[in-house]
Structure formats: structure tokens, C-alpha cells
């Protein structure tokens, strides 16, 4: 039995979060459509196109539905930068998400809070392969390729000393979060919650309507507190760009299977 082709889109939000990757790809053509530049070509012989979706949740699930409608992707792995929100996740860990929620749908009292309406559902689940082999090159990533990645000078400077890899729950929403108060309130509602960002629940929820598999990504650049905007994009430069290509390049070596 011959086994479908596959195509891999890979999303990011900022420039920065996947600078060498397009850099990387082989046998690249660019189209423009809806305002964002689609670069398909082969990395590391995969079939794979890569876009900056912009931020926000609207902007990540308009580029993943185009992405499936105008260019037949059969898997999405978004990669970037997230916060922290469990102590025992750090700066400079890698965070693979399980599970994804939207911690600012709230329909109620017309729907149960967090549930997106008419789907019957908040959590989405990533595709639990996919899942796994991120899990996998994410760990490899940081036994053999970090110290060759990041220089001493970056490494000290945002105290790398021993990044982990963690996997669970992510909450997506189209806010900031830079205060503990605020990070306190989401550690409440989601006990389990191990990070937040902007787009990934989205993305999850687009995926899940049209049945494609994804999974998402994530390197911690701060502690979703008052220190989070402090040296941010230095860190997505420096640090969570590296780690990107880095995690994504051994993804694509170890010859995906659909």
C-alpha cells in the first residue's frame, strides 16, 4: 500500500522565531496570499512550507486554514515562544504541548466557560505521533546540539545551564501575560498549565475542524510576569530562533512519515 505524500507546514508568529528555517529550504518558491509570504520548498527532504502567521489568535487560525485549503498541508507544527507558568518550568526549557485551551473564550452563561461554542469542546488535543516525535528530537535537541547552537556568552547570560523538556497543557489567548497576578489567575483556573502564549489554540482548533494533525512547540523566554517584556526579542534572536531550527531540522532528518 502506497503511503499518501506528505506536506508539512510550519507556522510561527514573528520573523525572528523561525529565522533559518526559509534560509535552510531547498528548491524555494514564495506566493503572497492574504498578506503573508508562503515559501514552499524541501527541508532537509521534506515537502514543507513555512509562514509568519503574525500574532494573535485570529492571524494564527487564517494562516493554518489556509495553509490545509490553498496548500494541502498534511501535518502543522508551530514553533516559538511562550511563558512560563509552572515553577518548575524555566527559561530556556522547551515545552511540547499535549493539550491546548483558549483561556479567554468564555460564552457563558450560554456555553460552559472555556468551551468553544457549538464544538462542544476546550481542550484540543496535538496529534499524539507528531506529539511524540517533537518530544523526542526537543530532548535530543538539548543533550547534543545546544552548546554548538548557543554560545557561551548567550548561555550565560540567560542562565542555560541545564534546559529540560516538558510536555502538557498550553493556554493560547490574545493577551500578554506579563504579571503574576494575572498568571496566578490562569494557574488557578488550569492547575496543570505549563505555559501561555498567543496562537497555539487557535491553530489547535482549526486543525481539529478540518481533522489534520499538528503540534506545537514552544521555547519559555519568561515567567509570564513583570520581567517578561525585559530583553525579549534579544532572547527570541539569540536563543529561541537557534532552538527553533535546531528542533525542527532534527524533525525533518528523522524522515517524517505521514
Known sequence: ?????MRLGVISALHQEQAG??????DKTTLMRGMREYTSGRLWDIDAICVLSRVGKVAAAATAATLIERFGVTHIVFTGVAGATDSLVRVGD????????????N???????FEVPLLGQSKFASDLGLTDRL???????????????IDDADRAQFQLAQPRVHRGLMASGDEFIHSHHRRNALQTEFPDLLAVEMEGAAVAQVCFEFGVPFAVVRTISDGANEGAPQDFMQFIERVAARYAYGVVRRL???RLQP
Request: glycine share 2%; net charge negative; hydrophobic share 60%.
Open 94 to 105: 522547551i515545552v511540547v504541548a499535549d493539550a491546548l485551551v483558549q483561556h479567554d473564550m
Open 252 to 254: 525533518c532528518m528523522g
Open 107 to 113: 460564552a457563558a452563561p450560554l456555553f460552559p466557560r
Open 135 to 149: 518530544v523526542d528530537v526537543a530532548q535530543a535537541f538539548v543533550r547534543h546540539d545546544l552548546k554548538t547552537m
Open 1 to 5: 500500500m502506497t503511503a499518501f505524500p
Open 21 to 26: 528555517l526559509i534560509e535552510a529550504m531547498q
